[in-house]
């Protein structure tokens, strides 16, 4: 009798420790599929926020080319046609699908263009981020002179 209580003593001891690998394993396996989404969710935003930069900078650049031609006839200081600035900044975010979410400041001296976009987001879906915001502005300024900029 002695014996089958110490066999069953021993199994209860033993037994107690079964199962605590596997929930071990199960916490690893949710923090690193976390930690994999992080890098991949991440790298997506900082390639969407790179194209946005890219966006935003052309359409500035784009935008800033409109001068006021009274001004360059004139030989006064040069300033950026507002009008036509805006237009062709518009003109190049619609043919990139971004007329909707950006905004076209336009300055005697230059344009600046904020575009925004929602980036949807895979693997972060599951803890409830279903997308990041991304705003990104470029700007563009008129330089005039040869080996210096006139102010």
Do not use: W
């Not at 605590?20 to 992080?38: H, K, N, P, R, T």
């Not at 300024?141 to 080996?147: D, E, L, S």
């Amino acid at each position: 009798m002695n014996r089958i209580v110490t066999s069953v003593r021993h199994r209860l001891r033993h037994d107690s420790e079964r199962g605590a690998v596997s929930v071990y394993v199960v916490i690893i396996a949710a923090v690193l599929m976390l930690m994999a989404g992080l890098c991949i969710e991440g790298g997506r935003v900082l390639n969407a926020r790179a194209t946005l930069a890219d966006q935003a900078e052309q359409a500035a650049r784009a935008g800033a080319q409109h001068l006021s031609t009274d001004d360059v006839r004139g030989g006064a200081t040069v300033s950026v046609d507002s009008a036509a600035a805006t237009s062709a900044a518009r003109t190049y975010l619609a043919q990139g699908g971004l007329a909707q979410s950006s905004t076209v400041d336009v300055t005697s001296r230059g344009v600046a263009v904020t575009v925004e976009r929602d980036v949807p987001t895979t693997m972060l879906r599951l803890v409830g981020v279903t997308s990041v915001h991304v705003t990104v502005t470029g700007e563009a300024r008129n330089a005039v002179g040869i080996f210096k900029e006139d102010q």
